[in-house]
């Protein structure tokens, strides 16, 4: 069994910073692509950014340079540094891992998700 746990969700003020973290724990026997998703009320969940695990980035477009996803490969985590936070950012974040349990057996996995609220 997989777990992602999240954390570093809260209350921020517009134009504040959060970093928020994503560890994954259990039988892994690697992890291929992390990524960070969002869900604000009564809209969809959506990608956020994404990072494999030889580095490669991508990045919604709303981000716009605003925020940074990185990963400890040794240490199953990921992060996403948010800059800048805007009131429409407000949503529960969520990690999700492409988790090998063994070599060629593996699926995604998803947090319970972080509380992000971007408010004055």
């Known amino acids: 069994q997989v777990q992602l746990v999240e954390s570093g969700g809260g209350l921020v003020q517009p134009g504040g910073s959060l970093r928020l973290s994503c560890v994954a724990s259990?039988?892994?026997?690697?992890?291929?692509?992390m990524g960070w998703y969002r869900q604000a009320p009564g809209k969809q969940r959506e990608l956020v950014a994404r990072i494999t695990s030889g580095g490669s980035t991508n990045y919604a477009g709303f981000v716009k340079g605003r925020f940074t996803i990185s990963r400890d490969n040794a240490k199953n985590t990921v992060y996403l540094q948010m800059n800048s936070l805007k009131p429409e950012d407000t949503a529960v974040y969520y990690c999700?891992?492409?988790?090998?349990?063994?070599?060629?057996?593996?699926?995604?996995?998803w947090g319970k998700g972080t509380l992000v609220t971007v408010s004055s």
């Open positions: 259990g039988s892994i026997f690697s992890i291929n692509a």
């Open positions: 999700n891992a492409y988790v090998l349990l063994e070599p060629s057996s593996g699926m995604g996995y």
